[in-house]
């Protein structure tokens, strides 16, 4: 099939290359000429396991080709897929929807046959049906289909979770549309996948149900987590004791930070603000924002303690700064708001990321990017293990330094307590 991905993001890329991948001709069209000029040259902007070898072996079978050229790519296509941002509203909690109307606009003057005309993107509900009436407005309703077909990509896992997903979920009550978009998908139903047709509007709220539905449960252990600290508890005897419960499911029920990424601080957001709009009360949703954006000012507390309330000057290392292990995504990372309170408290900041340098924290003062664990640990008072990155699961910190001794505060409960403080370090985890 000929597919036409708008917007090259996170979500727009890796659809886009592995719709190739499976046989499909797609045309990945965004606007910023310095992003397409990158993919042209087969430079990927964004980090995600894997995707710089499809994209430039799809690219070589010329199944995949970038563009800026927004109507020619729509005429040449059969699907067209929106996949821009919509991000949290600067004056509010709903969703910006601004990209995706602009895109329906352009698609509703490059309709030259029917078209199926697909939301990717994370839309609250009614959405689908602003889009068909900005189409309608150029265009015959026998002209087009516009279909809900939302992503469940992990940042990180991405291609896994495209190639081998739970479900697809499909929302729209034509006949023809739904036909097609099972075609469409046909290669990873035959390897297991479900396929589910719903309404248009059904489609849009499972994505945002099934994200709050685990920021929820990531801030409930995260709670649960502060219980046990003050009872003498492991917590992680409460995920596993309650994760064997198969109506409960251990996964997402890992103490840490804050919630943060792409998806959940603006989709829970969204969804309370819809819930709003159609004067329903999602009390539970509004607690857990709450809770979520409390997390970071508690273990910074946690660190004031950790350091007997005598920050200034002290050295702070942390290990890991994105939101997530294998990703370089720093959106609503708890680091964002951590290491600026402890940098105006007058520490002295150094951190290393398997990604990088970190242009967040560039105009900080006394906050240092290193690009070696062993270096940014050397002389250091606290090291905090923020992110969990495969590359400090099994560091040896007696031999990483020889001579001094620093704090290790764990907020991913990477290491066993008892075999750190027995190499000589002050340990400190997350609800243990």
């Not at 660190?303 to 890991?320: A, D, E, H, P, S």
Request: hydrophobic letters at 35%; aromatic letters at 8%.
């Amino acid at each position: 099939m000929k597919l036409c991905m708008i917007g090259t993001g996170y979500v727009g890329l890796v659809s886009g290359v592995c719709f190739a991948d499976l046989g499909n001709n797609v045309i990945c069209v965004d606007k910023d000429t310095k992003k397409i000029d990158l993919l042209l040259k087969g430079k990927i902007p964004i980090y995600e396991p894997g995707l710089s070898e499809l994209v430039n072996k799809n690219y070589r079978n010329k199944r995949l080709k970038f563009s800026t050229n927004l109507k020619k790519s729509i005429i040449e296509s059969d699907i067209i897929f929106i996949c821009v941002g919509t991000p949290t509203k600067k004056s509010g909690s709903s969703a910006d929807l601004s990209q995706i109307f602009n895109a329906a606009k352009e698609i509703s003057l490059s309709i030259n046959k029917f078209k199926i005309v697909v939301t990717k993107s994370t839309v609250p509900v009614t959405t689908g049906d602003q889009i068909e009436k900005i189409l309608r407005k150029k265009n015959s309703s026998k002209k087009f289909s516009v279909v809900s077909n939302p992503e469940f990509l992990r940042e990180g896992e991405a291609i896994r979770d495209f190639t081998y997903p739970d479900r697809i979920v499909v929302g729209s009550n034509d006949k023809k549309s739904n036909r097609l978009m099972h075609s469409l998908y046909a290669p990873l139903i035959s390897k297991g996948a479900q396929y589910i047709n719903t309404s248009r509007r059904a489609a849009e709220l499972i994505k945002y149900a099934s994200n709050a539905f685990l920021a929820t449960k990531i801030t409930f252990i995260n709670e649960i987590a502060n219980l046990c600290e003050n009872t003498g508890i492991n917590v992680e005897d409460i995920s596993i004791g309650m994760g064997l419960d198969k109506r409960i499911g251990g996964r997402f029920l890992r103490a840490g930070p804050a919630y943060g990424g792409s998806c959940f601080p603006k989709d829970t957001k969204a969804i309370t603000s819809t819930a709003d709009k159609f004067k329903t009360n999602l009390s539970v949703i509004k607690s857990v924002i709450r809770s979520n954006e409390s997390r970071s000012n508690l273990l910074l507390n946690k660190i004031y303690k950790i350091l007997n309330n005598k920050v200034k000057n002290k050295k702070i290392t942390f290990l890991g700064v994105t939101f997530k292990a294998n990703t370089d995504d720093m959106r609503d990372s708890a680091s964002l708001s951590m290491i600026p309170a402890l940098s105006k408290k007058g520490a002295k900041i150094r951190y290393f990321d398997p990604t990088g340098y970190k242009k967040e924290f560039s105009k900080l003062k006394n906050v240092q990017n290193f690009e070696n664990i062993k270096d940014s640990v050397q002389n250091t008072d606290l090291v905090i293990i923020h992110t969990e990155w495969n590359d400090f699961k099994s560091i040896n910190f007696k031999n990483l330094v020889k001579g001094k001794k620093f704090t290790i505060y764990d907020m991913r409960n990477i290491y066993s307590p008892s075999k750190i403080r027995k190499q000589g370090f002050r340990y400190f985890s997350i609800g243990r």
